[in-house]
């Protein structure tokens, strides 16, 4: 069991030891997201290619959707205000 500072210190070593692994562990982490962020580039611009040409087929489909929906809608609300 721990009681003191001078078993943490026995314990987990100097303090200058502990921070300079917490740096070394950071730059090390930094190094990988920095790898991931261009990972994350890459598929950002196939998204935005795979969006420009899929939008002309995708655009009217998504207003002959809304246009069904609010017909759909409107023929609900006849159909009630009838009986």
Do not use: C, G, Q
């Not at 990988?32 to 598929?43: F, L, Y």
């Not at 939008?55 to 205000?81: C, D, E, K, R």
């Amino acid at each position: 069991m721990i009681n003191d500072n001078e078993d943490v210190l026995t314990r987990l070593d100097s303090p200058s030891n502990i921070a300079s692994h917490i740096l070394s562990e950071y730059a090390f982490k930094e190094m990988e997201s920095n790898e991931t962020t261009a990972k994350k580039d890459i598929r950002t611009v196939w998204f935005i290619i795979l969006a420009i040409f899929t939008a002309p087929i995708a655009l009217p489909l998504a207003i002959a959707a809304t246009a069904i929906i609010f017909s759909l809608l409107v023929v609900i609300v006849s159909l009630v205000f009838v009986f």
